[in-house]
């Protein structure tokens, strides 16, 4: 491995620890965090944002954001 991704994990890797430390301070001092429900609802929010902007015609069609989201989301969950 080269020592520019080496040196690129090692970075993600302290970052992840730094956000960790947090968390766990954070959850020590007593705070509950968010609920998943929450959390979710603001996806779904985020999402019905991105829905009502549409972009700029492609090829002549009209592509709505949301199709954009949804695939993307799919993509990444490894959903058909």
């Known amino acids: 491995m080269s020592v520019v991704k080496e040196n690129s994990k090692l970075r993600l890797r302290l970052e992840l ?3 960790l430390a947090i968390a ?7 705070d509950r ?18 829905a009502s902007i549409t972009s700029r015609p492609r090829y002549g069609l009209q592509v709505n954001k949301q199709t954009e989201v949804c695939s993307t989301l799919q993509v990444s969950l490894g959903t058909p």
């Open 33 to 50: 965090g968010r609920t998943l429900s929450q959390v979710m609802a603001d996806v779904r929010n985020r999402i019905r944002e991105t």
């Open 24 to 30: 766990q301070a954070s959850r020590a001092s007593g």
């Open 17 to 19: 620890f730094k956000k």
